[in-house]
């Protein structure tokens, strides 16, 4: 079994910035693509960014420029570096993981974490 949480969210101000964690535990052998999804009520998850376990990213065009995905292999942990936030990042932030286990891969989801963005 393996957890993902997700750390790092709140509210601020537009313009402002936060950085999420995501830190993933239990039986991983190694974990291939991490990421980060955003999820409205009512609505599916959308891809915000993501990133492989050798470094290789890729972005929302609604956030390039402002986000940064970025990982440490050694810690299973995977972040999200989110500037000059609009009211319109407002949303649940669920982290995702690959999750290599038993010769297989697994996917893996985090509970969500709020980031709120007023204006």
């Known amino acids: 079994q393996v957890q993902l949480v997700e750390s790092g969210g709140g509210l601020v101000q537009a313009g402002g910035s936060l950085r999420l964690s995501c830190a993933a535990s239990?039986?991983?052998?190694?974990?291939?693509?991490m990421g980060w999804y955003r999820q409205a009520p009512g609505k599916q998850r959308e891809l915000v960014a993501a990133?492989?376990?050798?470094?290789?990213?890729n972005y929302a065009d609604s956030v390039k420029g402002r986000f940064t995905i970025a990982r440490d292999n050694a810690k299973d942990t995977v972040y999200q570096q989110m500037n000059s936030l609009e009211p319109e990042n407002t949303d649940v932030y669920c982290c995702?993981?690959?999750?290599?286990?038993?010769?297989?891969?697994?996917?893996?989801w985090g509970r969500g974490d709020q980031v709120a963005v007023s204006s």
């Open positions: 995702n993981a690959a999750v290599v286990g038993d010769e297989k891969e697994y996917d893996y």
């Open positions: 239990g039986s991983i052998w190694s974990i291939n693509a």
């Open positions: 990133i492989t376990s050798g470094g290789s990213t």
